[in-house]
């Protein structure tokens, strides 16, 4: 039996030119960190692959495992599971015979084989035609369809070895995290937030969180779904840290001392510089927030344009133009949406005016912060957070 390994395939990265190495590198080590634990002996790069070497005597289902895990990692676009074999005619007929074993349920296939050296003396049609051929003796049921297969059976020989696999899993694309610096998101319990955090590891961004707690105004209900968002994050490696701010006092005294209808304008310009002196602390240099345009009071185009105004970090709106039917179905492949539909009073749902205002006048949200002690309250609120690291932090 050959070895049985699972083989990452990566688009973008490939795109970059001279920084290939690095991303590879990357990609590599976030791969180590997140697949520990699993039944692999390691992970190395081969040309324009990462093969995963599974354990010896570790199943198919065991290797599937491991290609789904991978598979959702950013900067994967592809994961297959099949075997590392020698350069050898006899040794591909073996490992495509396993391989398609393995995958089973299917009608139809086809051979595309792959010469990464073209040192291998045998053509890839020639390979195609040959395995082919073998496929056909041993599965005399199962048919040859050029045109959308079942199964494609792939034969990829490179310098010193082959790899042969049958089926695939798509991956989520985007580039390694750590690939493109860092940000700073601001993570409620709801459903937008994690999936706009989410969209910017998938570009290759490190996340870090920061979440205003209504503490001591309310339960801390909403840092433990944080909490548990965060972990499903973790699993793919896109958060690194949380902060917790206890907020509700400093609400309390905004709901005191401003109009009720410019409360939540305030709230809101309060909580971005917080997130903006932590993310400079972090060395982030964006903050991203969950919102769609249109989707609540706070979020129209006014209310918009005069909470920025309070940060001089560009703020980056992954959702901005994205329904919320659409953030759904995402939050629900992300596998947060069950979490995020929990109900916990955070400090969004405390202190809430009547009537909101939905198209401030900067003048007028200007005029009444400057009733607060911000140059306090900021550093304060920073220095109060609480903090937990995730794996690839620590
Ligand atoms: P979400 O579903 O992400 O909570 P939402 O539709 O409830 O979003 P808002 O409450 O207006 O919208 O919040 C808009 C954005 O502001 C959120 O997506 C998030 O980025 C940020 N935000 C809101 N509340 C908090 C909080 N308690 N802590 C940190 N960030 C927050
Ligand atoms: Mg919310």
Redesign the pocket.
């Known amino acids: 039996m050959f070895q049985r390994v699972c083989l990452v395939h990566y688009h973008e990265i490939g795109l970059k030119g001279h920084n290939r190495a690095s991303f590879e590198v990357r990609l590599l080590k976030n791969l180590e960190l997140l697949l520990k634990g699993l039944p692999l002996v390691t992970l190395k790069r081969i040309s324009g692959r990462i093969c995963l070497y599974i354990k010896e005597g570790a199943s198919y289902e065991a290797a599937c495992d491991i290609a789904d895990r991978a598979a959702g990692v950013p900067g994967v676009v592809r994961v297959s599971c099949g075997y590392k074999c020698p350069r050898d005619l006899d040794a591909f007929f073996e490992a495509a015979v396993c391989a398609v074993h393995d995958a089973g349920g299917f009608e139809s296939f086809k051979v595309q084989a792959r010469r990464n050296h073209t040192d291998f003396p045998i053509e890839s049609m020639e390979i195609n035609r040959l395995v082919g051929g073998h496929l056909c003796e041993v599965f005399p049921d199962k048919k040859v369809k050029m045109k959308d297969p079942d199964l494609n059976v792939a034969v990829e020989v490179v310098q010193s070895a082959a790899y042969v696999y049958a089926r695939s899993i798509p991956g989520v694309g985007g580039l390694p995290v750590g690939s493109s610096g860092r940000v700073m ?9 994690p999936v ?1 955090l989410w969209r910017l590891a998938r570009r290759g961004a490190s996340c870090v969180a ?4 209504g503490r001591p105004q309310t339960s801390s209900a ?1 840092e433990f779904l944080v909490r548990d968002i965060a972990q499903v994050l973790d699993r793919t490696g896109c958060i690194s840290r949380v902060y917790i701010v206890p907020f509700g006092d400093c609400q309390r005294e905004i709901a005191a001392l401003v109009p009720p209808e410019l409360r939540v304008i305030m709230y ?1 310009r309060l ?1 971005f510089k917080v997130a903006e002196a932590l993310a400079r602390k972090e060395k982030a240099k964006a903050l991203v ?3 769609s345009l249109g ?2 009071a ?2 129209t185009l006014d209310n918009i344009f005069a909470t920025d105004e309070a940060v001089s970090l560009p703020v980056f709106r992954p959702l901005i133009g994205t329904d919320k039917q659409e953030i759904i179905r995402e939050a629900q492949s992300l596998g947060t949406f069950d979490i ?1 539909s929990q109900d916990a009073p ?3 749902t405390l202190f809430m005016p009547r009537n909101p205002e939905t198209h401030a006048k900067l003048r007028f949200v200007l005029e009444a912060e400057a009733q607060l002690p911000l140059e306090e309250w900021v550093p304060a609120l920073a220095a109060a957070a609480e903090l937990c690291d995730y794996s690839s932090r620590r």
Not at 186 to 193: E, Y
């Open positions: 998101c601001l993570l409620s319990s709801g459903i937008d937030s706009a920061v979440h205003f707690s909403s809101r909580m927030t969950g919102e989707q609540v706070s979020q995020s955070d400090c969004c």
